[in-house]
């Protein structure tokens, strides 16, 4: 009898496949507080490809937030009505003028930001209405949102992290073991007989077919799932 594949332990959910967010330095969304706060820190978290600012307010909480291009230390963010259009400060869609480079955008009012959240990555306000905002996402493709949706103003920071080469697999392991994702990726065809259907043998060929019915049980599930074709095009 075969060992069970790796998306069979993927899909149980144990510690070895989880997000390790218990070494994260904490969640990131905007915060309910409308009052001024000051910039007391700029940190790294492993679980944020953006650097994180801390920021400290007058009442003695401090929150997490994305660090945007230009933020130093010693600045005072702020949210809420009548917050100026400044780096880092919290508004509502509505109340931001078409133009304005954005990021960490609310799905729904409330939730604390869900989109663009990645390093050097912005968002742009192009039209707007009584009820709803269109934004141009980074991917070109344009979403409409309801005026209540806060979002953060500015570029966030980090532009040009995937310009850097890492030169060595090692740099990239320690990368992924940070978040702790599967890596290397090893295909099946590579493993031994136990370890995957398409295991086994001395050559580069599967030996089975590549087609596997809807009905198939977990483990036997791989390759290509109930295909309507396969092959080139004639």
């Known amino acids: 009898m075969g060992k069970r594949i790796i998306q069979q332990r993927r899909g149980r959910g144990t510690s070895t496949y989880r997000s390790p967010s218990h070494r994260f330095k904490g969640e990131v969304k905007h915060y309910d507080l409308e009052t001024n706060g000051k910039v007391v820190d700029v940190i790294h978290c492993s679980g944020h490809t953006a650097p994180l600012m801390k920021v400290a307010f007058m009442t003695g909480d401090s929150v997490l937030s994305f660090a945007p291009s230009g933020i130093k230390v010693g600045d005072t963010i702020s949210s809420g009505v009548g917050t100026e259009l400044a780096p880092g400060n919290v508004l509502k869609l509505g109340d931001i003028p078409e133009g304005t480079l954005i990021h960490n955008i609310e799905l729904r009012p409330g939730d604390g930001g869900k989109l663009v959240r990645s390093s050097g990555t912005f968002a742009k306000v192009v039209a707007k209405t009584d009820k709803n905002v269109r934004v141009v996402l980074p991917s070109k493709k344009e979403k409409i949102f309801l005026v209540n949706c ?36 090893v295909c099946g065809i590579s493993m031994n007989a136990v370890d995957h259907p398409f295991g086994g043998g001395c050559s580069h060929i599967k030996g089975r077919p590549t087609q596997s019915p809807r009905s198939a049980p977990p483990g036997r599930k791989v ?12």
């Open 223 to 234: 390759g290509k799932i109930a295909p309507r074709r396969t092959g080139r095009k004639k």
């Open 150 to 185: 806060r979002a953060a103003i500015g570029a966030l920071s980090g532009a040009g992290r995937c310009e850097k080469p890492f030169l060595k697999a090692g740099i990239r392991m320690k990368k992924m073991r940070a978040r702790n994702k599967l890596y290397p990726k």
